[in-house]
């Protein structure tokens, strides 16, 4: 699981520099993006790596519950 959050948005875009390594993951790892954070950046949703899912705030609560252990890094 992983979430990308704030400007780890912009890394996450079908023409960015970790498109294939990233697709490549979600054959085994969940990943999502807070859509708050893509509104903020002006990204659109089809912009994104397929795959990835838009989750909301509420969404990032429910994970949070799920998965107790959390690295996160800026």
Known sequence: MLVFLENATL???QNGTL???LT?????HRLCVL??????RGISPDALIKGI????YAGLVDLTVK?????SWS
């Open 19 to 21: 498109a294939d390594s």
């Open 24 to 28: 490549g993951k979600l054959a085994t």
């Open 53 to 56: 899912e838009v989750i909301d």
């Open 11 to 13: 890394r996450i875009l």
């Open 35 to 40: 859509a708050e954070d893509l509104v903020i």
């Open 67 to 71: 998965h107790p252990l959390i690295q």
